[in-house]
């Protein structure tokens, strides 16, 4: 462990999260100083066997010998005495995925904050950086908010820009986002423990992020080209875009949007061994697919395997 010097060192720390975007901010505090205990989401079954896994945050944390917590309920009796014995001076989410109850708010010596990527107040709620992608926005944010009653609301502490590149897709970008985000959440804690941290009320106008329904992974090539290669990269690596074809379920996760035209849907005849599928304005070529059952592979050796395919329309069921 290292960071003796920094503000936050020697600071107890009750830390919740669960997924990998709350990986680098558990790795920023504990190479701070900061004294830590974690909570996180029970486990979970995962992957293709749907075997039991334990979160990223708790594998990372036992891991460091951070005590870890997996509560179903956070009211349970025998977590809250725990939780209150261990004394926090902050209490920190990151990606925890429940709302956390007005007691642990008001847990914390110094503060209860939240670290959120997206430029509050806009894109409150689970899934800022899908619905950042899916907008086709160029800028997004990260920011440290005091922790309130309703999500994402509480007064900001700070927040930074954060540039969305072409080619980001979601992977790539929370990736980013996380390791920015860490960093001033690190920053913000300093601040905190020194009392010099700024608190603004959120300012402009609200939206939400919800999560992803499952019908909005399928593709619709009545929309254009534009549109749904900014869905393929809002949900690469996974969950992945989806369509079928000809009986061949596939999920997309690279595409590019071409110049062209045909029937929506319909899968066209060959230019360059790519595969193209016309849409509503424009054409999508599917550069990297994974078809069911099957590694992932480029567009064009999937329709290699499948010459039969042009002309065959894709399905929305």
């Not at 979970?44 to 509560?71: C, D, K, L, Y």
């Not at 025998?78 to 429940?98: E, H, M």
């Not at 709302?99 to 959120?116: K, T």
């Not at 969305?164 to 992977?171: A, K, S, T, V, Y």
Request: glycine share 12%; hydrophobic share 50%.
């Amino acid at each position: 462990m290292t960071g003796s010097g920094s503000p936050v060192a020697g600071r107890r720390v009750l830390f919740f999260g669960t997924p990998g975007f709350a990986l680098p901010s558990l790795e920023a505090l504990w190479g701070a100083g900061a004294l830590l205990e974690v909570v996180t989401r029970p486990p979970r079954p995962a992957g293709r066997g749907h075997r039991v896994a334990e979160s990223p945050v708790a594998r990372a944390a036992q891991g460091m010998g951070i005590a870890v917590h997996t509560p179903e309920r956070l009211g349970d009796g025998a977590l809250v005495a725990r939780l209150r014995a261990f004394g926090p001076d902050f209490v920190v989410t990151v990606a925890y995925g429940r709302i956390l109850p007005s007691w642990l708010l008001e847990l914390p010596r110094v503060a209860a904050v939240n670290l959120h990527p997206s430029p509050l107040p806009a894109l409150r709620g689970p899934a800022p950086i899908v619905r950042a992608l899916l907008a086709g926005m160029t800028t997004t944010a990260v920011a440290v908010i005091h922790m309130a009653a309703t999500a994402d609301t509480g007064d900001i502490i700070a927040m930074e820009p954060a540039p969305i590149l072409p080619r980001d897709d979601l992977g790539q970008l929370t990736d980013r986002l996380a390791r920015q985000g860490a960093g001033l959440l690190v920053r913000s804690l300093a601040d905190l423990a020194l009392g010099r941290a700024a608190r603004r009320p959120q300012a402009g106008e609200a939206s939400w992020a919800p999560v992803l329904a499952e019908r909005e992974r399928w593709l619709d090539f009545t929309r254009s080209a534009v549109e749904l290669e900014r869905t393929v990269r809002a949900l690469a690596p996974a969950p992945g875009a989806l369509l079928t074809v000809a009986g061949h379920r596939l999920k997309v996760l690279a595409a590019s949007p071409e110049e062209g035209a045909g029937p929506a849907g319909v899968i066209l005849g060959d230019r360059g061994g790519a595969l193209r599928v016309a849409c509503g304005e424009g054409v999508l070529a599917l550069a990297r697919v994974v078809p069911a059952g099957r590694p992932a592979m480029d567009g064009a050796a999937f329709l290699r395997g499948h010459p039969d395919l042009p002309g065959a329309r894709c399905l929305v069921p």
